[in-house]
């Protein structure tokens, strides 16, 4: 095959090197194939291939460079990797069915008594030429598949946002086109409600000082209502001194209020006006001054429209501030956090979710949290991002709607990183308790290592069932937390029963290891402490530890089995009876 192929394949080779460029795509490629050209060149010379006639070097050399083309192809290499093993194949085949023709050619020349061997050979290659003629046939079309698949790609970028099926498509294209043309109606609307950018500064300009002129109002503002608060001082005090009928002289009164009022005004004593104050003198004042009606309407779209104003302009800061200011927050709800969670900010700055969430925490007082669904989504967001100062701050001044799902989201998060699970279970402690979930405190304290705390906790709530400690042992296995649960402490009765708490550990596979190493520790300190605790435990009945004993018996701890029924078996000087089967083998087994 190869032999025959080879000045074929060299002159039509020469015949399409010219053409090459024409289907290239890139500059890139078209020095890569004139490398592949200078390759087989100096391959040809080095390895002295003939230029004319069959050559199994030049088929060697032609399947190196193929391999190169294959290694560069992206779209094409599962197809080019076919072409190439069927050839490889042929190739060997025929290779195999040359070397039959030549055992054959020898065989017919040792012995010219087989004339059926030169009609086998004649006939194989006719089947030969019949085979390497329809594998012609099958490069022919598949270079024009190649031809065609290529230009289908070219012609897939020229109409962006359609396939090349939907390009040939005349109903998708008329759709396609109807699209753009009511996109484009669009953008001519909005481009009529736009002004120029000399408008545009000539507004900023017009809102900054507008703004300046809010800040000194504010400051003269702040400064009135002190007034207002020495004023209303001055008058009660009068007023109280007339009802006492004048007991103090006016004078007196005078200066200790004078002296009481200069007292106020120094920071190192108390503020001059408390923000509790500010408020109630703001109710006071200006209670009729809250928009109602049409001017709350009015209020509220000029808010609105503000709002949109800066979302759609991308300055996404201004428009958190604005949202989490806004009149009776209508704008501090999950709709709006959909809004920023839905668009991206510049590469390096702040992402606008975590923007509006930083503004609703600055501007909303302490105790007065957010809601439920909008401080999940809070925490979630932060925690993201990294800023667990942020949902200190907000945990630790009030200003999130503490629930059950609020802790756990920070007890996942503290388990998934361990370089601030200390914090996270801190805040999710605090969480837990406001809420007065009372087991999942106890266990954030035990993860935290707070083992003695969790234990005092455990002891004050008396809410807190035999369930509850064992659900906190299961979630948190510990040896010092099991002891301290189980021995009494300063006067008071154990929390748990020791044998109530090694029957309920032991009957669990992955907490059997916990209840052996509380009574190995018990057996260590002797024997007698193990008695102790089997007699004070009056929670627990003969059945428990017989239980107890059967379970250390299954694990292979004989040792442990033999001292708590050599303690049930030395009570009265006689037998235990247990009610069921297991026990009362046992206590065989103790007595044979």
Not at 28 to 39: A, I, N, P, T, V
Not at 177 to 198: I, P, T
Not at 297 to 323: G, V
Not at 460 to 470: A, G, I, N, Q, S
Request: aromatic share 4%; glycine share 4%.
């Amino acid at each position: 095959m190869s032999e025959q192929q080879e000045p074929s394949s060299s002159s039509s080779r020469k015949e399409e090197r010219p053409s090459t460029p024409e289907i290239l795509t890139c500059e890139s490629d078209e020095r890569f194939f004139q490398s592949l050209y200078e390759f087989i060149e100096h391959e040809k010379q080095y390895l002295q291939c003939p230029e004319e006639g069959p050559d199994e070097l030049r088929y060697i050399i032609y399947r190196s460079v193929f391999n190169k083309v294959i290694a560069r192809a992206t779209a094409y290499k599962r197809l080019l990797l076919t072409i190439k093993a069927e050839y490889d194949d042929v190739i060997r085949a025929l290779q195999k069915r040359g070397d039959d023709v030549r055992m054959a050619q020898q065989t017919l020349a040792a012995s010219t008594s087989h004339p059926k061997s030169l009609t086998t050979c004649q006939r194989r290659a006719g089947e030969l030429r019949e085979r390497i003629s329809v594998i012609q046939r099958e490069t022919v079309e598949l270079q024009e598949e190649i031809k065609r698949q290529k230009s289908s790609r070219e012609q897939s970028t020229w109409i962006p946002g359609l396939t090349v099926a939907e390009s040939e498509d005349p109903e998708a294209l008329d759709k396609h086109l109807k699209h753009l043309e009511a996109q484009r109606a669009a953008l001519l609307d909005r481009k009529s409600h736009c002004v120029s950018l000399e408008v545009k500064a000539e507004l900023d300009t017009k809102l900054q000082a507008a703004e300046r002129h809010r800040d000194q109002l504010s400051i003269e503002n702040n400064r009135r209502k002190v007034l207002y608060e020495r004023l209303r001082f001055v008058s009660d005090r009068l007023s109280s001194w007339e009802e006492e009928k004048q007991q103090v002289p006016l004078e007196e009164l005078l200066g200790s209020m004078l002296e009481n009022i200069r007292q106020a005004n120094e920071p190192s004593l108390c503020p001059a006006v408390r923000d509790d104050d500010v408020r109630s003198i703001e109710a006071e004042l200006f209670e009729d001054d809250e928009p109602t009606g049409v001017n709350e309407s009015k209020l509220l779209t000029d808010h609105l429209d503000r709002f949109i104003e800066l979302f759609d302009s991308a300055q996404y800061e201004e428009a958190a501030l604005l949202a989490a200011r806004s009149p009776r927050g209508v704008l501090r709800n999950l709709d709006t956090m959909e809004m920023f969670k839905g668009v991206k900010g510049p590469p390096g700055s702040v992402p606008p979710l975590l923007l509006f969430f930083q503004a609703q925490l600055m501007t909303a007082l302490a105790g007065e949290g957010l809601s439920a669904d909008l401080s999940l989504q809070l925490v979630l967001c932060v925690l993201q991002h990294g800023d667990t100062q942020l949902v200190t701050h907000a945990v630790t001044n009030n200003k999130l709607t503490f629930s059950e799902e609020l802790a756990d989201i920070l007890s996942e998060h503290a388990q998934k990183n361990p370089a601030v699970a200390n914090m996270c279970l801190t805040l999710a402690t605090i969480i837990y308790e406001a809420c007065g979930l009372d087991r999942k405190t106890a266990l954030s304290m035990c993860r935290r290592g707070l083992v003695h705390s969790a234990s005092e906790f455990m002891n004050r709530c008396k809410d807190l069932t035999f369930e509850d400690c064992m659900w906190i042992l299961c979630h948190s296995p510990s040896l010092s937390l099991l002891q301290l649960l189980t021995e009494p402490q300063r006067g008071q009765v154990a929390i748990l029963s020791v044998g109530g708490a090694c029957s309920t550990l032991l009957a669990d596979p992955q907490q059997q290891k916990l209840a052996l190493q509380l009574l190995d520790s018990f057996v260590s300190r002797g024997r007698g402490l193990l008695e102790e605790m089997i007699l004070e435990d009056n929670r627990s009945t003969v059945d428990v530890w017989a239980n107890v004993a059967s379970r250390c018996s299954e694990l292979n701890r004989a040792d442990l089995s033999l001292a708590v029924l050599t303690v049930l078996l030395n009570q009265s000087g006689t037998r235990v009876l247990s009610p069921d089967l297991e026990g009362a083998r046992l206590m065989e087994h103790v007595f044979l």
